[in-house]
């Protein structure tokens, strides 16, 4: 079974920063592609920052590129984004997943992954 737990959400200004974790069982994060989406209100279901366990590369929207990092603890089993600059269009439920399709890592659209986490919430007030 393909567990995910994101944790991290909170209020923040702009030009503030948060870090979400997203905990992983150990057969998902060895073995899978990683990512980070987001929703917001209304809006559909974005791919953020992908990466695949235990390699340098990573892959991130042209929204978030430059602000945000993804990154990952091996000892943890925890996939980490770090929010630094962040805006009130920041502003929405963010979602870890996980896909085994390695050689897809860089495909953010959302129907290429098939696990999901419950969700933690961002607001970031102007």
């Known amino acids: 079974q393909v567990q995910l737990v994101e944790s991290g959400g909170d209020s923040v200004q702009a030009g503030g920063s948060l870090r979400l974790s997203c905990a992983a069982s150990?057969?998902?994060?060895?073995?899978?592609?990683m990512g980070w989406f987001r929703q917001a209100p209304e809006k559909e279901r974005e791919g953020v920052a992908s990466i695949i366990i235990g390699d340098d590369n990573a892959y991130y929207s042209d929204s978030v590129k430059g602000r945000f990092t993804i990154s990952q603890d091996n000892a943890k089993n925890t996939l980490y984004l770090q929010m630094n600059s962040l805006k009130p269009e920041d502003t929405a439920i963010y979602f870890c997943?996980?896909?085994?399709?390695?050689?897809?890592?860089?495909?953010?659209?959302?129907?290429?992954?098939?696990?999901w986490g419950q969700g933690t919430q961002v607001t970031v007030s102007s």
């Open positions: 150990e057969y998902t994060y060895r073995r899978y592609c």
């Open positions: 997943a996980a896909k085994p399709e390695l050689w897809r890592c860089s495909d953010l659209t959302r129907s290429t992954f098939s696990y």
